[in-house]
Nanobody
Framework: QVQLVESGGGLVQAGGSLRLSCAAS????????MGWFRQAPGQVREFVSV???????YYADSMKGRFTISRDNAKNTVSLQMNSLKPEDTAVYYC????????????????WGQGTQVTVSS
């Protein structure tokens, strides 16, 4: 059973940056694709970014050039560096894990964290 714990959320002004982290335990982290998703109030949960077990990255179009995902297999962590934040980036951000290959689909993920709140003020 994989457990995921997100951290790093908070309140930031538009144009600012935040770095989210997700610590994994209980599984073979290096074998998992790690994804980030987000859910704004009243909205469906949406894909943000994913990094495969081999380090291949994929981003939602609206995050390209602003967000960077990375992983540290030695520390069992995945991070999401978010720059040039906009008010519309306000959401709860979730870390998720699935075996090996990356996917932008929520239903493909087996494990989820509890989420961390990101609020971007205008």
């Amino acid at each position: 059973q994989v457990q995921l714990v997100e951290s790093g959320g908070g309140l930031v002004q538009a144009g600012g940056s935040l770095r989210l982290s997700c610590a994994a335990s209980g599984g073979s982290f290096s074998n998992y694709a790690m994804g980030w998703f987000r859910q704004a109030p009243g909205q469906v949960r949406e894909f943000v970014s994913v990094i495969s077990w081999r380090g291949i990255t994929y981003y939602a179009d609206s995050m390209k050039g602003r967000f960077t995902i990375s992983r540290d297999n030695a520390k069992n962590t995945v991070s999401l560096q978010m720059n040039s934040l906009k008010p519309e980036d306000t959401a709860v951000y979730y870390c998720a894990a699935r075996n090996l290959y990356y996917s932008p689909n929520l239903s493909d993920y087996d494990y989820w964290g509890q989420g961390t709140q990101v609020t971007v003020s205008s």
